[in-house]
Structure formats: structure tokens, C-alpha cells
């Protein structure tokens, strides 16, 4: 367990539309997970998702996978 807080931030490539979401990448060193959440709502869930998969996510965004919005 660690005591450390997340340090949160979000994508420069983000618009101001509300759209986005936060990450705190600080954890996957310590605890091996990367926190999510809806930066229009800091205080509500938290999905901790594995680093191996929120890279597979990354990857397949920037492939186009998820088709455009």
C-alpha cells in the first residue's frame, strides 16, 4: 500500500469540451495501475486499470480502433 497521492493530469491534446479524461501514471511504478477519471468530475470514481492494458487502450486510440467522435 502506498501514501501516495495521485498526481493527476490530462492530455495536452485535449479540448476545453469537456470531453477529457485524467490520469495519475504516478502509480505504475509503485502499484503496477493507472487511475482514470472524468476530469468534468475529480471527486467522483476512480477506475485503476493495469498499466498493460491502459497502454493496449493508448495504442489502439492512436490506431484508430475506437473509430472518431
Known amino acids: 500500500m502506498t501514501t501516495e497521492s ?6 495536452s491534446f485535449s479540448e476545453n469540451g469537456g470531453q477529457c479524461i485524467e490520469v495519475a501514471a ?9 487511475p482514470v477519471r472524468d476530469s468534468k468530475n475529480p471527486g467522483g470514481p ?13 495504442a ?4 484508430g480502433d475506437f473509430g472518431t467522435f
Open 26 to 34: 504516478n502509480f505504475v511504478g509503485s502499484l503496477g495501475v493507472v
Open 6 to 11: 495521485p498526481r493527476w493530469f490530462k492530455s
Open 46 to 58: 476512480v477506475l485503476n486499470t493495469s498499466a498493460a492494458s491502459f497502454t493496449s487502450f493508448v
Open 60 to 63: 489502439g486510440v492512436k490506431a
